[in-house]
């Protein structure tokens, strides 16, 4: 009986750790992605911006330089949305690889604890009542804990699809307009 509550702890520590090392993992792998994004970003900029700064000092009239700086403007309203994507994109697909780590872990974790339950129960039998009022309560609990998580991830995702769509649609509709010729 020892032997098999200790295997049983062992497992249960064993999954713990993997899914501690799969969360941190997916976590840095986003971060590693965002940082991508920001860094070519500002890679982006830096080079246009330059190359900005030497056509806007050859600039010989006010139209030249207000159709150049008008460029730059177009240009900077969608980087800005093309970068909002990809992080959003990021994001939805680490939200929704997080969202599947917690849910196997708990699914995990409630077969853990019916089956630690059911080794307590055959061990010391005039407990079971108690461990088996425990365990229900508890897992009754945990679903609508886990179901409130789910649905604030799922809000959370639709609230960033939204303001993507909006910001998309903002820079479609207020484009920048060159000067007349």
Same mark, same amino acid.
């Given at each position: 009986?020892f032997?098999?509550n200790? /295997?049983q %702890?062992?497992? +249960?520590?064993?999954k713990?750790v993997d899914?501690?090392?799969?969360?941190? =993992?997916?976590?840095? @792998?986003s !971060? /590693?992605?965002l940082?991508? !994004?920001q860094?070519n970003?500002?890679?982006?900029?830096?080079?246009?911006?330059?190359?900005?700064? $030497? /056509? !806007?000092?050859c +600039? &010989?009239?006010?139209?030249?330089?207000?159709e150049?700086?008008?460029k730059?403007?177009? &240009?900077?309203?969608e980087?800005?949305?093309?970068?909002?994507r990809?992080?959003y994109?990021v994001l939805?697909?680490?939200?929704?690889?997080?969202g599947?780590?917690?849910?196997?872990y *708990?699914?995990?974790? =409630? =077969?853990?604890?019916?089956?630690?339950?059911? &080794? %307590?129960?055959? *061990? &010391?039998?005039?407990k @079971?009542? *108690?461990?088996?009022d425990? *365990?229900?309560?508890w %897992?009754?609990?945990?679903?609508p +804990?886990f179901? !409130?998580?789910? $649905?604030m991830?799922?809000q959370?995702? @639709? %609230?960033?699809?939204n303001?993507? =769509?909006s910001?998309?649609?903002?820079?479609n509709? $207020?484009?920048?307009?060159?000067?007349? $010729?």
């Amino acid at each position: 009986m020892f032997n098999k509550n200790s /295997e049983q %702890f062992s497992d +249960a520590a064993n999954k713990t750790v993997d899914a501690a090392y799969d969360f941190l =993992q997916t976590s840095l @792998e986003s !971060i /590693e992605k965002l940082t991508k !994004i920001q860094l070519n970003s500002s890679k982006k900029i830096l080079d246009e911006t330059s190359q900005t700064m $030497k /056509e !806007i000092s050859c +600039a &010989n009239n006010p139209k030249d330089l207000f159709e150049k700086m008008n460029k730059v403007a177009s &240009n900077t309203a969608e980087h800005n949305a093309s970068n909002c994507r990809d992080a959003y994109e990021v994001l939805a697909t680490t939200q929704a690889q997080l969202g599947k780590m917690f849910e196997t872990y *708990f699914q995990n974790t =409630q =077969q853990s604890v019916a089956q630690a339950v059911e &080794n %307590f129960s055959q *061990f &010391n039998p005039s407990k @079971e009542s *108690f461990a088996n009022d425990t *365990f229900k309560n508890w %897992f009754s609990s945990s679903n609508p +804990a886990f179901d !409130i998580f789910n $649905k604030m991830a799922s809000q959370a995702t @639709e %609230f960033a699809a939204n303001n993507m =769509q909006s910001a998309a649609t903002e820079n479609n509709v $207020k484009k920048p307009t060159s000067a007349k $010729k």
